[in-house]
Nanobody, 127 residues
């Protein structure tokens, strides 16, 4: 069971970026996948989540309207498409998977509930 993120990099204020999270060893359709990020000296925070079973998604208020998740079932990959990036988005971005969907919107980003984590990909937004 493995998750591998890619797509991070250095971008300018207002740019867009697409992160990928490729899964191997399990099928994403049966899992909930979330993106978390952690900036230096800050706590890890949940960014967005996708329920592979029913196709629903959730976004943190800080990214709502600018970030979108999508999936490619053939590639078994989840994407985080980020628009209008701001310097405060600078962080290491991680994708994570758990077997069961959250029971309500307040429970998307409970990190210890996630079984599998990727190694992270760095996103840096310069002003």
């Amino acid at each position: 069971m493995q998750l591998v993120e890619s797509g991070g990099g250095l971008v300018q204020l207002g740019d867009s970026l697409r992160l990928s999270c490729a899964a191997s060893g399990f099928i994403l359709d049966y899992y909930s996948i979330s993106w978390f990020r952690q900036a230096p000296v800050k706590e890890r925070e949940g960014v967005s989540g996708f329920n592979g079973r029913d196709g629903s998604s959730h976004y943190a208020d800080s990214v709502k309207g600018r970030f979108t998740m999508s999936t490619d079932n053939v590639k078994n990959t989840v994407y985080l498409i980020m628009h209008s990036l701001k310097p405060e988005a600078t962080a290491i971005y991680y994708c994570a998977a758990k077997r069961y969907a959250p029971t309500d919107d307040t429970k998307w980003y409970i990190a210890y509930e996630y079984d599998y984590w990727g190694q992270g990909t760095q996103v840096t937004v310069s002003s």
